[in-house]
């Protein structure tokens, strides 16, 4: 089924045929305009000043069609646009950075998607999502990114039970910060941490192929926030490339509770665009979207045993992520590559990490007295 958007004619090769032609280049103004609600010939600033509101970095996928269409574009503009391509640059870098020390991370969604598009279209991208499949090599490699960083904020979040598993927030300032939100990096041993309710964590299986891995990770972005163009511009790059069958694809989203999440996402695309052969899995996966649907609705929570008292563990028990805060940052070098956990008293847990040390919690504010009795605990017990 077409979408119901008028392909654009780009380059002189039309979406439908021609040599050359791709999917993608369906991505026009007058296109993303009707995806914001505007009409077709709304200001640019309108346009510009809607993506912004969806989404912060959506305004560089705007401009890069822009530019890819011949529009002039002021100086603003083009720097906006040289700072987005050296951000992607700066997040090249830092994933070399990290296979170094941790050869296991890779890159989902991101890089691996922006590879696929076309020379002239800008991925629009905010962090970078870097999946270490080996647990052991995860502190690894935020060690290598903290080492070039060391101003870096450092943050960990907690999921799981009963040994948790941490993702590592590292953030840095960005290359100009009164205009462009901090560089941020995101480390996990999988990309699917789940909503906190019928779908929790689950291990995406690193042979399964790029193109499942970049799929599944996009899905789980449904979880998080609406679907938005870069995703339809993602849809359509996957569209254009060589796919897996589609069973393959279906039983990926089966495995990992997805089926909702992308027939979504088709849907959406496929109201706007020619998705292409993915409209064969948009129609393939009605079904198990409607018995993943099914089999959330009758979910319902476990009860955690009355042994576990810590608040930090009842919560990870229940599948809620934890966050934390900093107590300690330590020379990774003084420490192993794993990380403890230990209950502390009051509402907390104590992560001791190769990166420092973190009080997890479930407070939405740590008092002074608590980090300070953290500290001095840490501080008694080396």
Partial sequence: MAGTGTTRVVNGADAGGGAGARLVDQLSLPLLARIFGLDEGVSPYLLLSTAAQVRSTLPHLVLSVAEREGAAL??????????????ASGYADVMRTVVARAPSARIVKGASMAASYPRALLRPVGDADIWVPERTELWRAAAAIVAERPMADVRITLYGTPAPFPVVTVQWPSEDPWLDKPMKAELFPTPLAGNGRAVGPRMLDPGAGQTVHDLMALCEEGFQRPFNPKDIAD????????????????????????????????????????????EELRLAVADEARR???????????????????????????GMPVPSVVLNRVDPATRGDDASYEDFVGDHLIARTPLGDFLATTREVVSAQDARAARAYLASSV
């Avoid at 609705?297 to 009355?306: L, M, N, T």
């Fill in 74 to 87: 002021g100086s603003g503009s083009r720097d906006t646009l040289a700072r987005a391509r050296g951000r």
């Fill in 235 to 278: 849809v359509l790059v996957l569209a254009d490339s060589p796919l897996p069958p589609t069973g393959v694809l279906v039983a990926a989203t089966a495995e990992y509770a997805l089926a909702p999440e992308l027939a979504r996402l088709l849907d959406y695309a496929a109201r706007w665009c020619d998705i292409g052969s993915l």
């Fill in 292 to 318: 993943e649907r099914d089999r959330r609705d009758r979910w319902r929570r476990s009860r955690v045993p009355d042994h576990v008292t810590n608040p930090v563990r009842r919560w990870l028990a229940y």
